[in-house]
């Protein structure tokens, strides 16, 4: 269970997030929509840990945990995983070696063995075949010369793999195509459980017509101004965010 | 028969008198040699002259410091896994074209007091394998080691050089080497000499027709170190790299240099040097690309790139073209910068410890200028070099 409570957080003198509240029960999907610069990305980076925002309120707990305290890699080990909107490039370091050293500093992190790299191959085949992506992604440097849309399945890959129990997808589905869209979808839903949750970053209604929400929330100047049940997008993508804002005001 | 000597270039030339007479080979060549040292001095040092060539690299420690001279050899010749013909410079004392004692101080010392050093051979044809050279410095010890190579037309060869030692000796070694027509001389070097030590090597290299340099050293140690490499491409199609990568800490300096001269059409050169600076530590770009007027159709490129682990450490970068014929395509580029933010928190996301995930993006850093070692058991040995010495940087 992820409880926000008052999440405040900055980026130099800006504040971006004014006071989140939200909390998402083990086993949910919960669609995060807005407007551009609403604060949704943030949201994403401050869950993960990324250092160049500065949290000025509030609290997060992951079952328990106080994530706000944690480093990024802790997190990690805790379950939480940002698929990022605009994937890094990481020149000189082979995609295949890059999953497989993330993969056992988790399992290291859970007192669980290593894999050596036949078993580590073995496993990761099986996810891009499931993926319907090229074997040669795992040779390539991660996300170099990648397409956008390979960029964002190799994110997927990377969640298939290191299977998180928080995954958060920062508008994960920009960018691809319907296929690619809904190989991104299952990638999600197979991981789904009683013990998964996940945020859902996104400005279409497209994917969660293939990744059934249970709440939408309607984030706009850093707060969540509404919430709802899936219908909620579906109003969204027909009359825009213009009268959500109008009423919130 | 070991002396101590007194400090600076008048110390080297009064030892040069000393030992002159014992010295192998000709006489002619060690006094032009004291005539020329004499003259330039140790760049840096007292009523030294001043030089372009050693701008950012003073020598006024090394000018401090008395050293012993000399010792025999200091280096082993690893014949194991070669076919290579092998002998020795006290033996076979001759001094080679290319080498310029008059213009190269610390080439000049080596000419003035070298006593010892590896000639290896190749002949037409014949693919020698690998050979390995160790050297080894301590105490005050001066070396200054005279080595050759040479490969007949079609030969190959990888020679595989690593300096090692405990104190604070000096090595300062000259290397001269011809590549023939169509052979291929895979050059790796391994610098991991004490911390206290002063080291310079100067590769003089001649590349015949369709002939490949292809020389990559890795620099780990010494207090104050020098590369200096110089390429002739002398004949059509010859193809030369001159990599580099220098890991450096605390107060130390390294310097690298290099000239690759395209003096005949169709010629290939490419450079990749990296730097990463911990501590103080400073590091030195020096290359220049000349293109001779008859040198059309020339492919040079050259990369000086730095990574500063450090807000103290520094980087110099002198990358110079010098061209005289029209049809070339000759780039040269230079960056420097700190580990990537982002890319340090994209591997952190992912669970990577924040002391891996750096060591993950040195290695990346490296890999572009490592490439050129297809070895898998010497890139692995350089590979684990450079993981000892990221470990020793987060203790």
Request: aromatic share 6%; with cysteine.
């Amino acid at each position: 269970m992820l409880e926000i409570r008052g999440l405040a957080a900055s980026i130099g003198d800006k504040l971006i997030l004014r006071g989140i509240d939200l909390n998402v029960p083990d086993g949910e999907v919960h669609a995060i929509m807005g407007p551009n610069g609403s604060g949704k990305s943030t949201l994403g980076y401050v869950l993960s840990g990324r250092d160049d925002f500065t949290v000025t309120g509030g609290s997060v707990l992951y079952n328990g945990l106080d994530l706000l305290d944690m480093a990024p890699e802790a997190r990690a080990a805790a379950g939480v995983f940002l698929a990022f909107q605009a994937p890094i490039e990481l020149p000189g370091v082979n995609n295949a070696n890059f999953l497989r050293t993330a993969l056992n500093a988790i399992r290291r992190a859970h007192g669980e063995s290593e894999l050596d790299a036949v078993q580590f191959l073995k496993l990761a085949r099986a996810e891009t075949k499931r993926l319907a992506m090229p074997d040669d992604m795992l040779k390539r440097n991660v996300n170099v010369g990648f397409s956008g849309g390979e960029k964002k399945r190799n994110e997927v890959l990377q969640m298939a793999l290191l299977r998180p129990s928080l995954a958060i997808l920062d508008e994960t589905d920009s960018g691809l195509d319907i296929d690619a869209l809904k190989i991104v979808a299952d990638g999600v839903n197979a991981l789904r459980s009683p013990t998964f949750s996940a945020l859902v970053i996104t400005h279409h209604q497209r994917l969660l017509d293939h990744l059934v929400p249970n709440r939408v929330h309607v984030l706009a100047g850093g707060r969540i101004i509404r919430s709802g049940g899936p219908e909620l997008a579906r109003e969204l993508e027909k009359s825009g965010y213009a009268g959500v804002l109008a009423e919130a005001a | 028969m070991s002396i101590v000597q007194q400090t600076g270039a008048a110390g080297f030339l009064a030892c040069f008198e000393t030992l002159k007479d014992a010295l192998p080979g000709d006489p002619v060549v060690r006094e032009k040699a004291a005539a020329a040292f004499r003259l330039l001095g140790l760049p840096g040092g007292t009523s030294a002259r001043r030089s372009e060539a050693w701008k950012y690299t003073s020598l006024r420690p090394v000018a401090e410091t008395a050293f012993m001279t000399p010792v025999v050899s200091g280096f082993d010749v690893d014949l194991s896994a070669s076919t290579a013909s092998f002998s020795r410079f006290a033996e076979n004392p001759v001094f080679g074209p290319l080498p310029r004692p008059d213009r190269d101080p610390m080439v000049a010392l080596n000419t003035m007091l070298a006593e010892d050093g590896a000639i290896l051979r190749v002949p037409a044809g014949v693919d020698a394998g690998i050979v390995r050279i160790d050297s080894h410095g301590n105490g005050s010890h001066a070396l200054h080691p005279r080595h050759a190579v040479h490969l007949g037309p079609g030969a190959t060869l990888v020679l595989l050089e690593i300096a090692t030692g405990t104190g604070g000796y000096l090595h300062n070694a000259v290397t001269e080497i011809a590549i023939g027509a169509g052979a291929h001389l895979t050059h790796i070097r391994l610098q991991d000499e004490s911390r206290d030590a002063f080291h310079f090597a100067t590769i003089y290299a001649d590349v015949a027709e369709g002939g490949t340099y292809d020389g990559f050293s890795l620099v780990l140690g010494g207090r104050i170190a020098r590369t200096e490499i110089h390429v002739g491409l002398t004949g059509k199609n010859a193809v030369a790299h001159m990599n580099g990568a220098q890991l450096l800490t605390g107060t130390q300096h390294a310097d690298f240099s290099s000239i690759v001269r395209h003096a005949a059409p169709n010629c290939t050169s490419r450079q990749t040097v990296k730097n990463v600076l911990n501590g103080r530590s400073r590091g030195v770009f020096q290359g220049r690309i000349e293109v001779a007027r008859d040198a059309q159709k020339t492919d040079g490129y050259q990369m000086n790139q730095a990574l500063l682990l450090s807000p103290d450490a520094e980087i110099d970068s002198k990358p110079e073209l010098e061209i005289f014929a029209d049809d070339v395509k000759c780039s040269h580029g230079a960056t420097v910068g700190e580990l990537d933010a982002e890319q340090l928190f994209y591997l952190r996301s992912r669970g990577v410890p924040e002391n891996e995930a750096r060591a993950m993006l040195v290695r990346a850093f490296l890999t572009e200028a490592l490439d050129l070692v297809t070895n898998d058991a010497i890139r692995s040995m350089l590979g684990e070099k450079i993981d000892l010495w990221w470990e020793r940087q987060a203790a």
